[in-house]
């Protein structure tokens, strides 16, 4: 099973500020299988990122993937209010795994 | 514009088995692989399984013994059976679009379901 780690567990920052999100993998994922989603307190997740760097539909362009291999990151330019939320990383390249979560709270 | 619309049981016994079913409204139901994912109170996601239209499956390791999918094409919709339930199958269980090289993209509302005796 390919584990994901995500960090820091928790990112403690203010609005206008930049986030940045790691998720790194047990093996080798290929970056067409690496996904961002958000969630929102009481709402499903959301697709933000699919294939490592590519932006889901209606993603506001603050929102970045990179990384290859191992090493993910998701950024956020600069925090609105509403980005303040549970961030997921998620591999389907070998069956589906999740992330255990990266909050971003307000400072 | 896809929707996914889910519905079943809230609240089971132990050792009773859960079913939940989706529904999924526009969109074409057979290019896709059809999700089951789940999230305990509290805590991060956990896929379930998959499901395409012509009935090809796969499973989470930990969970395949004791789960099920199936879908109607008739009706667009799939189903989940999860037997032999403890209070550790509590969770929010979404059904969700995928498919063979893409993220599901597009998620239920979410049920609850609760075990307790």
């Known amino acids: 099973e390919t584990v994901l780690t995500q960090s820091p567990g928790t990112l403690s920052l203010s609005p206008g500020e930049r986030a940045t999100l790691s998720c790194r993998a047990s093996?080798?994922?290929?970056?067409?299988?690496l996904a961002w989603y958000q969630q929102r307190p009481g709402q499903a997740p959301r697709l933000l990122i699919y294939?490592?760097?590519i932006r889901a539909t209606d993603i506001p362009d603050r929102f970045s993937g990179s990384g290859s291999g191992t090493d993910f990151t998701l950024s956020v330019s600069r925090l609105e209010p509403e980005d303040f939320a549970l961030y997921y990383c998620h591999q389907y390249e070998r069956s589906r795994t999740f992330g255990q979560g990266t909050k971003v709270g307000i400072k | 514009q896809v929707k996914l619309q889910q519905w079943g049981a809230g609240l089971l016994k132990p050792s009773e088995t859960l079913s939940l079913t989706c529904a999924v409204y526009?969109?074409?139901?057979?290019?896709?692989?059809w999700n089951w994912i789940r999230q305990p109170p509290g805590e991060g996601l956990e896929w379930i399984a998959e499901?395409?239209?012509?009935?090809?499956?796969n499973y989470n390791p930990s969970l395949k013994s004791r789960v099920t999918v199936s879908v109607d094409t008739s009706k667009n919709q799939f189903s989940l059976r999860l037997k032999s339930v403890t209070a550790a199958d509590t969770a929010v269980y979404y059904c969700?679009?995928?498919?063979?090289?893409?993220?599901?993209?597009?998620w239920g509302q979410g049920t609850l379901v609760t075990v307790s005796s």
């Open positions: 294939g490592a760097s």
């Open positions: 526009g969109g074409t139901f057979n290019d896709y692989y």
């Open positions: 093996q080798n994922v290929s970056s067409t299988y």
């Open positions: 499901i395409n239209h012509r009935g090809s499956t």
């Open positions: 969700a679009r995928g498919g063979a090289v893409m993220a599901p993209d597009s």
